[in-house]
T-cell receptor, first 116, second 113 residues
Framework: DAGVIQSPRHEVTEMGQEVTLRCKPI?????LFWYRQTMMRGLELLIY????????DSGMPEDRFSAKMPNASFSTLKIQPSEPRDSAVYFC??????????????FGPGTRLTVL | DQQVKQNSPSLSVQEGRISILNCDYT??????FLWYKKYPAEGPTFLIS?????DKNEDGRFTVFLNKSAKHLSLHIVPSQPGDSAVYFC????????????FGTGTSLTVIP
């Protein structure tokens, strides 16, 4: 398997623009997670899905952030409008999650977002 | 508020010596802990885990120690190798009552040849 795939790897945009990050999880994994990494807060969970259904979005910072998972092999994280403080590395991860609090999560390479 | 803390942003160690990375947590409900390793431009990869029923778990050169009373865990790498240079994240979860992992801010380890 190719692992978790994320695109784009780098995104530079201007404040106010819409940004869409994409993720393809490992085939057969039931859970998909979106994380944001910053120096100050480390890896923060934004939202996760089980079988394409959003389960917990309490980590989504504001209404400007939204995530979808239209099918088992694709998810998007959208920021509209983007702001400079959204600059971070965004990771997607997936897991089999027989037990969500112990199963290993497999991370994609991340998308480095810079909002000018 | 950060429930998992890694207070040392960086650590440098000579090749062949021991590397000790530390992690503290505040939530007494946490009962499962992991360490992830991250190279530049890559995602974190799972390294080693420990359940709260144990105080030590060993996998080759990597050993994780858990001190529940102090709410502290540490990762020991012996001997350290240049390829171990990476960012190490500590993560914790609360088994039956939790629904996510909480990650620390990471410690950047540099192993000097």
């Amino acid at each position: 398997d190719a692992g978790v795939i994320q695109s784009p790897r780098h995104e530079v945009t201007e404040m106010g623009q819409e940004v869409t990050l994409r993720c393809k999880p490992i085939s057969g994994h039931d859970y998909l997670f979106w994380y944001r990494q910053t120096m100050m807060r480390g890896l923060e969970l934004l939202i996760y899905f089980n079988n394409n259904v959003p389960i917990d979005d309490s980590g989504m910072p504001e209404d400007r952030f939204s995530a979808k998972m239209p099918n088992a092999s694709f998810s998007t994280l959208k920021i509209q409008p983007s702001e400079p403080r959204d600059s971070a590395v965004y990771f997607c991860a997936s897991s089999l999650a027989r037990r969500i609090t112990t199963d290993t999560q497999y991370f994609g390479p991340g998308t480095r977002l810079t909002v000018l | 508020d950060q429930q998992v803390k890694q207070n040392s942003p960086s650590l440098s160690v000579q090749e062949g010596r021991i590397s000790i990375l530390n992690c503290d947590y505040t939530n007494s409900m946490f009962d499962y802990f992991l360490w992830y390793k991250k190279y530049p431009a890559e995602g974190p990869t799972f390294l080693i885990s420990i359940s709260s029923i144990k105080d030590k778990n060993e996998d080759g050169r990597f050993t994780v120690f858990l001190n529940k009373s102090a709410k502290h865990l540490s990762l020991h790498i012996v001997p350290s190798q240049p390829g171990d240079s990476a960012v190490y994240f500590c993560a914790a979860s609360a088994g039956d009552t939790g629904n996510q992992f909480y990650f620390g801010t990471g410690t950047s380890l540099t192993v000097i040849p």
